[in-house]
């Protein structure tokens, strides 16, 4: 009945050595209070300077985002009073931001969603308070932080679609290393802006802000739980309050306070700060980097014939996804794929590692994979030396080599070894010959893998077996 209408604004922290305007370190740590320099405290008489690194980054990430870069860089003073706020004032930007418009493409239920951008700005982080029932901390190690605030047109539409926009944004940022973006340690948080309205309706409706939600699975609460109540309210014919809720551990939202009319910070240039003139050097520099995305790369191992779960595994992680197109520049897809999935996402999983820390290079796993997609080796051989190779740290082609463990595909040879089985198990020829018992197939393969020690080609095996078993009986008729 209703038309939801979301906007989200994203708050990521950028991973650089010091802080955004302070030479305090960049780190997250338990500790209260350790990683503070004067700028953070704002004490009198402090001098911001700029951080290089990080206007890199920023700028990096809005390339990405496709949006339009600005000529040089200029910091505003956001002025507002609040508790985590120790100069009274946050300085971001408003005049120039890094980014203007963009856009995301996400993939959400098999189709493609364009989120479009309003801006993409980088300001510093507040400290962060801590509350008890008769005081509150307040732990200055977050102010001061590089954070990169993406803010997104009012054009998301369910909680499926603002889920699926996160995500995307989480791997953007992994993609480009600009922050390792986790959550628990609040490097990522975004604010749910969401109003509900009817398909008649020519104007938004009244808007209702969630702020400073931090995992995934509480902004799909947050949003789930207010088109419910909102829409409870509309259906009653009362009205939609403006105002700020949160979200509580009971996946309701609660009100915090109301309002009424947007909040004036007074925005003027930092005159602390001199503006900066973005080069075209610099611009270069950043394009020359830029790697190709995510949901580029997943479109492009479909049309390589890969299953939507493959496209979508091998496509998610920048390491792993950079690794397996050095794979199949050199051996064959389908069987790379095989490998990838299986033998080694699950050994980066079991060694809780990421791909550069892999002992089995691209080149290694080239190897093996081109020697079972040739069918000199089993897929289950493969496999097995494989695990063996990350167990011993050794190549897993020498250890092949030396153990002489090419598959076996001459027919002949896989015919004598067949019928030498056969006359050992003469009962088993009989039950299929005078009792049509076909698990007799399936035994003779697995003797066959035995005998040879798993080099006999499976396929070429059972075509064997089948053949010889339907000649003897022919030969009884």
Do not use: W
């Amino acid at each position: 009945m209703y038309k939801v209408v979301i906007g989200l604004e994203v708050h990521c922290e950028l991973e650089t050595k010091s802080k955004n305007f302070s030479s305090a370190p960049n780190e997250f740590t338990k500790i209260p209070n350790i990683n503070v320099g004067t700028v953070d405290l704002g004490l009198p008489g402090i001098l911001p300077v700029a951080n290089k690194e990080a206007v890199k980054k920023a700028l990096y990430t809005s390339m990405a985002l496709n949006c339009k870069l600005p000529d040089e860089i200029i910091f505003d003073r956001k002025n507002y009073y609040y508790a985590d706020l120790p100069k009274g004032y946050q300085i971001t930007q408003n005049t120039k931001p890094v980014g203007v418009g963009g856009y995301l493409d996400i993939l959400v239920n098999g189709k493609i969603k364009r989120v479009t951008l309003h801006d993409v700005h980088l300001e510093e982080d507040t400290a962060s308070l801590e509350h008890h029932p008769k005081y509150s901390l307040i732990d200055y190690n977050r102010s001061g932080i590089p954070l990169l605030e993406i803010v997104s047109d009012p054009c998301i539409e369910s909680a499926d679609e603002a889920v699926q926009y996160l995500e995307d944004l989480r791997d953007l940022f992994l993609y480009l290393g600009v922050s390792e973006a986790k959550s628990n340690y609040g490097q990522m948080r975004c604010d749910v802006n969401i109003s509900l309205m009817k398909d008649t309706d020519t104007e938004l409706g009244t808007k209702v802000e969630m702020k400073n939600i931090n995992a995934f699975n509480n902004v799909r609460a947050a949003i789930e739980y207010e088109i419910k109540r909102q829409s409870e309210l509309l259906d009653k014919g009362e009205k939609v309050v403006q105002e700020t809720r949160r979200i509580a551990e009971d996946g309701k939202t609660y009100s915090m306070r109301e309002k009424v009319d947007a909040v004036d910070y007074k925005y003027f240039v930092e005159p602390n700060i001199p503006s900066t003139p973005v080069t075209d050097e610099l611009l270069d520099e950043l394009k020359s980097n830029l790697p190709e995305l995510k949901l580029s790369r997943y479109l492009k191992y479909k049309e390589l014939g890969l299953s939507d779960e493959d496209a979508l595994t091998l496509s998610k992680d920048r390491g792993v996804s950079d690794y397996f197109e050095r794979v199949i520049e050199k051996s064959d897809v389908n069987t790379a794929v095989n490998f990838m999935t299986t033998s080694i996402l699950s050994t980066l999983n079991k060694l809780e590692i990421n791909i550069d820390e892999l002992f089995i290079t691209s080149n290694m796993l080239s190897g093996v994979v081109d020697l079972v997609s040739k069918g000199n080796i089993s897929l289950d051989h493969g496999k097995k030396i494989l695990y063996q190779a990350i167990d011993e740290e050794k190549d897993p082609n020498l250890l092949i080599k030396k153990a002489g463990l090419h598959q076996i595909n001459d027919e002949d040879e896989l015919l004598e070894l067949i019928k030498s089985i056969m006359e050992e198990n003469t009962e088993v020829v009989r039950q299929y010959v005078e009792d049509g018992n076909m698990s007799a197939i399936n035994f003779f393969i697995g003797q066959t893998m035995k005998k040879s020690n798993r080099q006999a080609n499976p396929n070429k095996s059972k075509e064997i077996i089948t053949k010889e078993l339907e000649r003897r009986k022919e030969d009884a008729k």
